[in-house]
């Protein structure tokens, strides 16, 4: 199936490797489903055959416009009260139980806390589900794929500072400059409680400023290695002395700030709003924040294939004109990204490896399987290497190669067969018959698109990979055979199939 077609010149398309010039080729079902995918978590075969229908430019509005679309709430359950500060009050009754030994007192005082750090964890996982099934339900794609990158670019653990609130109401802050603007988001981070505990800014101060937070704004927010020097970082911290937060909000406390004058990047700067003015007046951020927009949703750079690295760099350069042309807003850029021609070229369609995210959200998405246990897939997805809000360290997530090893291969199928069949390694899902995964429902939807022909392997084939011929396919067809007697493939037999290709190697890539 076609669905709509749009045409363009296109500089450059023959080689395979396309350019940063609009599409000038078909926009049917193959480039419909990419852009669902790289630009979101995919879509259902009628979600595909609906935005190709609709023709490229208006798909790409649909997807990047968003504002327009009703979008998801916070958790109603969320607290910012569990983990506050104790009163003057509360430490002057602990230094009176210390003084008299009161060891009871003390006690009581000591299991308040573990209380209240366990009705803590208790609602970060809470926090998770609720995200996780945000990403399921939302009719805002890709605000939800941005909010993902930007929790791994500015990446921030509970597990160091232990405060889910601070959590959560980071992750609404990248949502709210998901597609927006950078600069904007980058004089957020240096005010959000979340990232200035876990870059220890709180605890920095006039007389002995901390480097963390300043030489990281640049190393790995927006510059990158070589575009500073160490005189850089030790002058932006003293910008940042009096940063810090009180409570949830976050908090300027004059009397900690270094007043002297200072120079960063060849600036003079006085706070913390002066250093991001000189780390974006820099061309070499947008360069850096459109590498990494080109990583995300594109591919891998670099990639040490010349050929591929240099148009890779070409549009990167493109990319980083249209950022500074913009002032930094990231709407237009990924709106010209994604009409690219070099965004649908040969080389880059399915050569991304999911993101264990990806890979969960896009299968209840595009397969429409029952979400099932959302604990047990945040479960699923730390043993493959992304669990949500627990980022690695300060760089994020690797991605690419590093999702794919022995032991994360082995929990990624167990996710797909959880997901398709109800199954688990140990016991079976309580729900697994009362909410059956369909997958009769996918084969209709192929067959009615006419991409199958009646062959339900076929049709399995295209609704999960986007292809048929592939090598696979005999040994699929001879499957289910065997397993129908030659006759009509039956809901066991599919349900089997679908568990199979989910095996596949090329099921890892979008």
């Not at 109603?76 to 009871?104: C, F, L």
Request: with cysteine.
């Amino acid at each position: 199936m076609s669905g709509g077609t749009t045409r363009r010149k296109d500089p450059g398309g023959n080689s395979g490797l396309g350019s940063f010039e609009p599409h000038g080729g078909d926009f049917g079902f193959a480039e419909a489903r990419h852009l669902l995918w790289r630009a979101g978590f995919g879509g259902s075969a009628a979600q595909v055959a609906l935005i190709a229908g609709w023709g490229l430019e208006r798909a790409v509005e649909h997807l990047v416009g968003y504002g327009g679309v009703e979008a998801g709430t916070r958790p109603a359950e969320a607290r910012g009260d569990i983990k506050r500060e104790r009163t003057a009050e509360e430490r002057r009754a602990e230094r009176a139980a210390r003084q008299s030994r009161d060891e009871e007192s003390l006690a009581r005082i000591r299991l308040t806390i573990q209380q209240r750090e366990r009705d803590d964890r208790k609602q970060m996982s809470q926090v998770q589900r609720w995200w996780l099934a945000r990403m399921i339900e939302t009719a805002r794609p890709l605000e939800e794929k941005l909010t993902l990158l930007w929790h791994g670019h500015f990446a921030t653990s509970y597990r160091t500072i232990e405060n889910s609130y601070h959590m959560l109401r980071q992750n609404e802050m990248f949502r709210s400059h998901a597609a927006g603007n950078f600069g904007q988001m980058l004089f957020a981070i240096i005010r959000d409680p979340a990232m200035l505990a876990y870059l220890n800014n709180n605890q920095s101060r006039r007389d002995r400023p901390n480097e963390n937070l300043a030489r990281e704004l640049m190393e790995l927010f927006s510059l990158g290695v070589g575009n500073y020097s160490e005189r850089d970082i030790k002058e932006g911290a003293r910008a940042l002395t009096g940063y810090t937060f009180v409570g949830n909000e976050f908090a300027f406390q004059a009397s900690n700030h270094d007043p002297n004058p200072k120079r960063v990047l060849g600036k003079a700067v006085s706070d913390g709003d002066d250093f991001v003015k000189a780390i974006l007046a820099k061309r070499e951020c947008a360069e850096f924040v459109c590498a990494k927009l080109y990583r995300y949703f594109v591919g891998d750079y670099p990639s040490g294939v010349a050929q591929a690295d240099e148009a890779a760099a070409g549009v990167i350069k493109e990319m980083s004109r249209e950022l500074l042309r913009a002032r930094y807003e990231l709407r237009p850029v990924l709106r010209r990204l994604f009409l690219s021609g070099h965004f649908y070229s040969a080389r880059v369609r399915g050569s991304q490896i999911k993101s264990p995210t990806q890979l969960v959200v896009g299968a209840v998405r595009s397969l429409n399987t029952p979400a099932r246990d959302l604990d047990v897939l945040s479960d699923a997805m730390d043993r493959m290497g992304q669990e949500l809000f627990y980022p690695p360290s300060v760089k994020g997530w690797d991605g690419g190669r590093s999702w794919i090893n022995t032991a994360t291969l082995y929990a990624r199928q167990n996710a797909m067969v959880y997901l398709i069949s109800g199954k688990r390694p140990v016991g079976r899902d309580a729900l697994a018959d009362a909410e059956p995964f369909r997958p009769e429902e996918l084969v209709k939807a192929a067959e009615a698109l006419g991409m199958s022909e009646g062959d339900a392997v076929a049709a399995l084939l295209m609704v999960m990979i986007g292809r048929a011929d592939i090598n696979e396919r005999g040994d699929l067809e001879e499957f289910a055979r065997r397993r129908s007697g030659g006759g009509r493939v039956d809901h066991a037999t599919l349900v089997e199939l679908a568990m199979l290709i989910a095996a596949l190697p090329r099921y890892q890539l979008c």
